[in-house]
């Protein structure tokens, strides 16, 4: 599977954008999927995921609140909402699928094919 994140962009804190993952290859449909960003000098690190059919999302505490992620199986599609950036959000995200079918939302080692990521720069 390739997944390509989408809608990274300069913006100003308190700014919004809505950031796109698409996946060729295989379907997203019954498997859970992710966000992750990775900052300049930090590790990658989970942001926001969606079980395997979007019944259940789960969040860091520093984007709970401001971020939503959302899927459309039909457009094969998944999508981060991003509401009140702040300069702390600045990063590269990359989206990642589950490596097995039917997971939940939560972070964990199962994700990957992270694919090429999208750069998200909040000026403050």
């Known amino acids: 599977v390739q997944l390509q994140a989408s809608g990274g962009g300069l913006v100003q804190a308190g700014d919004s954008l809505r950031l796109s993952c698409a996946a060729s290859?295989?379907?997203?449909?019954?498997?859970?999927v992710a966000w992750f960003r990775q900052a300049p000098g930090k590790e990658r690190g989970f942001v926001a995921g969606t079980n395997w059919i979007g019944s259940t999302t789960y969040y860091v505490d520093s984007v709970r609140g401001r971020f939503t992620i959302s899927r459309d199986d039909a457009k094969n599609t998944v999508y981060l909402q991003m509401n009140s950036l702040r300069p702390e959000d600045t990063a590269t995200y990359y989206c990642?699928?589950?490596?097995?079918?039917?997971?939940?939302?939560?972070?964990?080692?199962?994700?990957?094919?992270w694919g090429q990521g999208t750069l998200v720069t909040v000026s403050s």
């Open positions: 990642a699928i589950d490596s097995r079918p039917y997971g939940s939302s939560r972070p964990r080692p199962g994700f990957g094919s």
């Open positions: 290859g295989r379907t997203f449909a019954n498997y859970a």
